[in-house]
């Protein structure tokens, strides 16, 4: 040090001491929130927050619980896309889940809502086949509790 000057410059400690601050809370919120589990296939881990009980239970009770998992339907097959779209997710989940702006009912995003059509399309494409032979149809406007039962 020469003169009374420290050898970091002020911006420098001050950038570091945010981006720490940032990993920390960070790092605590995901392990709080069970970060990890979202990254399996556990259907279980969907209800890590109460207001999704009862869409783990209408699933529970659908004719999809025996052959579909929520990321067979939530998320697309490949495997850098489906953590993208879980991490979106996550990400819009936990702001609204932190700061309370949840509605009462819960619905999927348009861009959600893509990626589900996506999937019905994936897994039945024979009889999306079929039934779109005169023109294009959309499977979750006349199937949007099919996954659920309300």
């Known amino acids: 040090m020469r003169n009374g000057t420290s050898p970091f410059p002020l911006p420098a400690v001050l950038a570091a001491a945010a981006l720490g601050l940032?990993?920390?809370?960070?790092?605590?919120?995901?392990?709080?929130g069970k970060g990890t589990s979202y990254l399996g296939n556990d259907p279980a881990t969907c209800a890590n927050?109460?207001?999704?009980?009862?869409?783990?239970?209408?699933?529970?009770?659908?004719?999809?619980?025996?052959?579909?998992?929520?990321?067979?339907?939530?998320?697309?097959?490949?495997?850098?896309?489906?953590?993208?779209?879980?991490?979106?997710?996550?990400?819009?989940?936990?702001?609204?889940?932190?700061?309370?702006?949840?509605?009462?009912?819960?619905?999927?995003?348009?861009?959600?809502?893509?990626?589900?059509?996506g999937q019905c399309r994936h897994c039945h494409e024979d009889v999306v086949a079929a039934m779109t032979a005169g023109g294009e149809v959309s499977c979750v406007r006349?199937?949007?509790?099919?996954?659920h039962l309300r």
Not at 23 to 30: D, E, N, P, Q
């Open 142 to 147: 006349c199937h949007d509790s099919v996954g």
């Open 49 to 117: 927050c109460h207001v999704m009980s009862g869409h783990l239970e209408g699933w529970q009770k659908s004719s999809h619980h025996g052959v579909a998992t929520c990321n067979d339907c939530h998320t697309p097959s490949g495997p850098v896309s489906k953590y993208a779209v879980k991490a979106e997710n996550g990400w819009h989940h936990s702001m609204a889940f932190t700061v309370g702006s949840f509605p009462d009912v819960i619905r999927a995003r348009p861009e959600s809502r893509e990626v589900i059509e």
């Open 22 to 32: 940032a990993v920390g809370v960070g790092g605590f919120a995901f392990a709080y």
